[in-house]
């Protein structure tokens, strides 16, 4: 009894599969995307308090996951402030959130 031939289609489903499964491995080993820079000066205000573009730095951070402690250390941020980011991130919706424009 002959063989049957593969299903193409099926074959290239398991392409796809391999192919998003390897572009995931690469992301997680190869340097992270930088979007935005945590010690650009603009992220604070002449009087130290963080602007606009430093609150988003701060969400964004929080969306890759980051803790409050790296965030608060990045920023040149005490804890506290870090934290009331962090809730002020929540609020806003977290991950889900609408993203400000920076730069």
Same mark, same amino acid.
């Given at each position: 009894?002959?063989?049957?031939?593969?299903?193409?289609? %099926?074959?290239?489903? %398991?392409?796809?599969?391999?192919?998003?499964?390897?572009?995931? %491995?690469?992301?997680?080993?190869?340097?992270?995307?930088?979007?935005?820079?945590?010690?650009?000066?603009?992220?604070?205000?002449?009087?130290?308090? %963080?602007?606009?573009?430093?609150?988003?730095?701060?969400?964004?951070?929080?969306?890759?996951?980051?803790?409050?402690?790296?965030?608060?250390?990045?920023?040149?941020?005490?804890?506290?402030?870090?934290?009331?980011?962090?809730?002020?991130?929540?609020?806003?919706?977290?991950?889900?959130?609408?993203?400000?424009?920076?730069?």
């Amino acid at each position: 009894m002959p063989a049957t031939p593969p299903d193409p289609k %099926l074959i290239l489903e %398991l392409i796809d599969r391999l192919q998003a499964d390897l572009d995931r %491995l690469k992301s997680m080993v190869g340097p992270p995307k930088v979007e935005f820079d945590p010690s650009d000066p603009r992220n604070k205000t002449a009087d130290g308090k %963080l602007s606009p573009e430093g609150v988003e730095c701060c969400y964004r951070m929080f969306d890759e996951g980051q803790s409050r402690y790296s965030v608060a250390r990045a920023m040149k941020i005490s804890f506290a402030a870090a934290t009331h980011r962090l809730n002020a991130w929540r609020k806003a919706g977290a991950e889900k959130r609408a993203r400000a424009l920076m730069g």
